[in-house]
């Protein structure tokens, strides 16, 4: 009983508030992109499971990263993102995670790369080996998706797409989200950060915003 | 020509051996010492203790010698003088010295272009046979869940599993500072990994009647999803090879004090030296075919994953012990 009392007084987290997503809700409000020159055999399954893949066989058309509407990108190493510099997987996995912080990256590739194409492999959240297995892949795909709707990697990617580095100003905001998130007032968080860092009606502030707020409507 | 390392004499580009160094090598210990003093000098023109002349040079990582009478240097002593009496046979110009030296160091060169050009061509060659056995995996597990579950098809998945396991240890072995550049911040359930490593690697059991049961607890810790479950397949895959047959293999995993355990049991009568077993190119059983390199990986990986690795020989039995930081155990 006591515990339930301190409960009332404890300060709840972020992570306090995620939900555990039932994998139907995860399938209907996730949204894959596969930058593969290739057809995997994967696209095909992960499209049949019900998952909105797109499949990007360049990775040479940024506009929906710069939009940032992808939870997971899941991105091959050779023959994509070729015009944004000579090492392909590796600059498009760059630029993903700097005009798009919340899309969790999954390097796919079974290839053995040198030292300096190993940053292909730090950049991402986890390796997808080609030659894994179906349901090997969709566990770890899905660990991936799960984790993209996770209220502190979302506030941390946030934070990182408008460049607030202040450790006030990120308490604050922090104090500001958690208090939103307790009353299910996801519009008064929205005009509250878009005052914080002076940026009105973008678009990837609505995206994540919605994310963080995903279950949790009055 | 004689290998400083080994002792191992060759009839040289020029001459044969004569049978003073033959037997010199052999029995003197001046000989001996001779070329063992070599391998910590410059390549250069030396004089053996007997009056002969010895250039050395370098190949394919080892020092080599080139012994006989050589016009120039002339070391002018006596017993230079009187070998080069009594062994006129063994007499060479310094032109056809610098000639075969000329020739060793070209293929020396070609050689080194020969690897280099390898390591561009093999990483795609692998890349590709990964991928093609990807597929025979994703196609066996595809016909597996529409249609119905043979034998067959779970032998092909079987194999296909393990050739995935040998790739990656093959890959992780080729390139050991890739390996431990790999994001290890994945959550990976001890227990559940057992649990799919025995299920690959059973079928292999049972050729030699072995059985491998896993017991203990779901404990999950931190790593990379890509390189540890190397760790547990040579484990097992090595009690499979190693062990006696007809028995069964433990896999158990633990915790302890903050710390997650997973070990692997098996008897066995082959002796293995707890201290060197984990040395690049260790090998107790020459009988068996192995390259000695599996628990070494084992250890780098282990040691990349912020943990340990222990062999604790007994009587009949032997046992590996991994020990990893504990995140948290799943009841």
């Given at each position: 009983?006591?515990?339930?009392?301190?409960?009332?007084?404890?300060?709840?987290?972020?992570?306090?508030?995620?939900?555990?997503?039932?994998?139907?809700?995860?399938?209907?409000?996730?949204?894959?992109?596969?930058?593969?020159?290739?057809?995997?055999?994967?696209?095909?399954?992960?499209?049949?499971?019900?998952?909105?893949?797109?499949?990007?066989?360049?990775?040479?058309?940024?506009?929906?990263?710069?939009?940032?509407?992808?939870?997971?990108?899941?991105?091959?190493y050779h023959?994509?993102?070729?015009?944004?510099?000579t090492s392909q997987g590796l600059?498009?996995?760059?630029?993903?995670?700097?005009?798009?912080?919340?899309?969790?990256?999954?390097a796919?590739t079974?290839r053995s790369l040198t030292s300096t194409e190993s940053e292909f492999f730090r950049?991402?959240?986890?390796?997808?080996?080609?030659?894994?297995?179906?349901?090997?892949?969709?566990?770890?795909?899905?660990?991936?998706?799960?984790?993209?709707?996770?209220?502190?990697?979302?506030?941390?990617?946030?934070?990182?797409?408008?460049?607030?580095?202040?450790?006030?100003?990120?308490?604050?905001?922090?104090?500001?989200?958690?208090?939103?998130?307790?009353?299910?007032?996801?519009?008064?968080?929205?005009?509250?950060?878009?005052?914080?860092?002076?940026?009105?009606?973008?678009?990837?502030?609505?995206?994540?915003?919605?994310?963080?707020?995903?279950?949790?409507?009055? | 020509?004689?290998?400083?390392?080994?002792?191992?004499?060759?009839?040289?580009?020029?001459?044969?051996?004569?049978?003073?160094?033959?037997?010199?090598?052999?029995?003197?210990?001046?000989?001996?010492?001779?070329?063992?003093?070599?391998?910590?000098?410059?390549?250069?023109?030396?004089?053996?203790?007997?009056?002969?002349?010895?250039?050395?040079?370098?190949?394919?990582?080892?020092?080599?010698?080139?012994?006989?009478?050589?016009?120039?240097?002339?070391?002018?002593?006596?017993?230079?003088?009187?070998?080069?009496?009594?062994?006129?046979?063994?007499?060479?110009?310094?032109?056809?010295?610098?000639?075969?030296?000329?020739?060793?160091?070209?293929?020396?060169?070609?050689?080194?272009?020969?690897i280099q050009?390898g390591t561009k061509v093999l990483p795609q060659?692998f890349h590709?046979?990964?991928?093609?056995?990807?597929?025979?995996?994703?196609?066996?597990?595809?016909?597996?869940?529409?249609?119905?579950?043979?034998?067959?098809?779970?032998?092909?998945?079987?194999?296909?599993?393990?050739?995935?396991?040998?790739?990656?240890?093959?890959e992780a072995?080729s390139n050991i500072e890739g390996m431990r550049a790999l994001?290890?911040?994945?959550?990976?359930?001890?227990?559940?990994?057992?649990?799919?490593?025995?299920?690959?690697?059973?079928?292999?059991?049972?050729?030699?009647?072995?059985?491998?049961?896993?017991?203990?607890?779901?404990?999950?810790?931190?790593?990379?999803?890509?390189?540890?479950?190397?760790?547990?397949?040579?484990?097992?895959?090595?009690?499979?090879?190693?062990?006696?047959?007809?028995?069964?293999?433990?896999?158990?995993?633990?915790?302890?004090?903050?710390?997650?355990?997973?070990?692997?049991?098996?008897?066995?009568?082959?002796?293995?030296?707890?201290?060197?077993?984990?040395?690049?190119?260790?090998?107790?059983?020459?009988?068996?075919?192995?390259?000695?390199?599996?628990?070494?990986?084992?250890?780098?990986?282990?040691?990349?994953?912020?943990?340990?690795?222990?062999?604790?020989?007994?009587?009949?039995?032997?046992?590996?012990?991994?020990?990893?930081?504990?995140?948290?155990?799943?009841?």
């Amino acid at each position: 009983m006591f515990e339930s009392i301190k409960d009332w007084f404890r300060t709840p987290t972020l992570a306090s508030f995620d939900n555990a997503l039932s994998r139907e809700r995860l399938v209907q409000s996730s949204r894959i992109v596969f930058v593969d020159d290739e057809t995997p055999l994967l696209i095909k399954e992960l499209k049949a499971a019900g998952f909105s893949v797109d499949h990007d066989r360049t990775g040479n058309s940024l506009r929906n990263f710069d939009n940032q509407i992808y939870d997971v990108a899941i991105v091959d190493y050779h023959g994509v993102g070729t015009k944004l510099g000579t090492s392909q997987g590796l600059d498009l996995l760059r630029y993903i995670k700097r005009v798009s912080p919340r899309t969790r990256l999954i390097a796919y590739t079974s290839r053995s790369l040198t030292s300096t194409e190993s940053e292909f492999f730090r950049l991402s959240h986890v390796v997808l080996p080609k030659d894994f297995g179906l349901a090997d892949s969709f566990a770890l795909i899905e660990g991936e998706l799960r984790k993209a709707f996770e209220k502190v990697h979302l506030f941390d990617a946030l934070l990182a797409k408008f460049n607030v580095q202040d450790p006030t100003e990120r308490a604050r905001l922090q104090n500001a989200l958690v208090k939103a998130l307790a009353a299910r007032n996801e519009k008064r968080f929205r005009e509250y950060f878009s005052k914080a860092v002076g940026a009105v009606a973008e678009k990837s502030i609505d995206i994540m915003i919605s994310k963080l707020f995903l279950g949790t409507a009055k | 020509m004689i290998n400083c390392g080994s002792l191992e004499l060759r009839d040289g580009t020029e001459i044969p051996v004569c049978r003073f160094c033959l037997e010199g090598i052999g029995n003197k210990r001046q000989c001996q010492e001779h070329y063992k003093g070599l391998l910590t000098k410059p390549e250069g023109y030396y004089q053996c203790p007997f009056g002969l002349t010895t250039r050395t040079f370098r190949f394919a990582a080892e020092l080599w010698a080139i012994t006989g009478i050589i016009a120039f240097p002339r070391f002018d002593t006596p017993d230079e003088r009187r070998m080069a009496k009594e062994h006129a046979e063994l007499r060479v110009a310094r032109k056809t010295i610098e000639a075969a030296l000329s020739f060793f160091s070209e293929l020396e060169r070609l050689r080194a272009d020969l690897i280099q050009d390898g390591t561009k061509v093999l990483p795609q060659a692998f890349h590709e046979l990964r991928k093609l056995n990807g597929a025979v995996l994703q196609h066996a597990e595809r016909e597996m869940r529409e249609n119905h579950e043979s034998s067959g098809l779970l032998s092909i998945k079987s194999a296909a599993e393990l050739m995935r396991n040998n790739f990656d240890i093959l890959e992780a072995l080729s390139n050991i500072e890739g390996m431990r550049a790999l994001p290890s911040d994945s959550t990976i359930n001890l227990y559940d990994l057992a649990y799919k490593v025995k299920k690959v690697y059973q079928e292999r059991a049972a050729v030699r009647e072995m059985s491998i049961t896993v017991s203990g607890v779901r404990a999950i810790v931190r790593g990379s999803q890509k390189s540890f479950p190397i760790v547990p397949a040579v484990l097992i895959e090595n009690a499979i090879k190693y062990g006696t047959p007809g028995s069964n293999i433990q896999a158990e995993v633990s915790v302890q004090e903050g710390a997650a355990y997973l070990r692997v049991r098996n008897e066995t009568d082959l002796y293995v030296d707890p201290a060197r077993c984990f040395d690049r190119g260790a090998r107790y059983a020459p009988a068996v075919e192995g390259g000695g390199f599996g628990l070494y990986l084992a250890r780098e990986i282990v040691s990349a994953h912020r943990g340990a690795i222990d062999c604790v020989p007994h009587n009949h039995f032997v046992e590996f012990a991994v020990r990893l930081p504990l995140e948290k155990v799943v009841i």
